[in-house]
């Protein structure tokens, strides 16, 4: 757990309300249901639902997917979903155009908006809550907009993003 109790108020609110999506598309035309491709005999979605399950700072975590294979598997291990529309689901579809409808939605069944955004990849299974964790706090004690993770040659890799709600519209 996050030791929060020197946390300025102001910054401790950021925190009422942190909302992460797992973006999990099943098309896939480079690699075929990657997201549900096993390592060490468990789907790749289901490391990042567990880091999810593991953050001492997310409030809530949501699969948006159009996949009944990935809808399956994230039922068998308690995460809620979102429904994906098939426009949204095509190869050409922008990520933030995902998160953007699955953060409406979770809002709508929330009654209230998110103050915080993750966004996860489903097919990075190197995601730890420690690494959720930590990006959310770095956005919160810098006063930044945006957190993004990077290789070890300081390349997005697009496998965890912090986002103000703002940011992301």
């Known amino acids: 757990k996050m030791n929060l109790k020197k946390l300025h108020p102001r910054k401790k609110k950021i925190l009422e309300n942190v909302v992460a999506i797992i973006p999990a598309r099943g098309n896939s035309k480079r690699f075929k249901n990657k997201n549900i491709n096993k390592i060490k005999k468990t789907p790749m979605i289901v490391y990042t639902i ?24 994230k039922k068998k291990n308690k995460a809620r979903v979102i429904k994906r529309p098939n426009n949204l689901s095509k190869d050409d579809v922008f990520k933030m155009d995902v998160v953007k409808h699955a953060l ?33 706090m770095k956005l919160i004690n810098n006063d930044l907009n945006e957190v993004i993770s990077v290789d070890k040659n300081l390349n997005s ?10 940011t992301v519209f």
Do not use: T
């Open 50 to 73: 567990n880091a999810c399950k593991g953050s001492s700072l997310l409030n809530h975590f949501y699969v948006s997917s159009e996949n009944k294979k990935i809808l399956e598997i």
């Open 104 to 136: 409406l939605e979770i809002e709508k069944k929330l009654g209230k908006k998110a103050s915080l955004v993750a966004s996860l990849q489903a097919n990075s299974p190197e995601i730890s809550s420690n690494d959720i964790d930590n990006s959310i």
């Open 157 to 166: 890799n697009a496998a965890i993003r912090i986002m103000k709600r703002d």
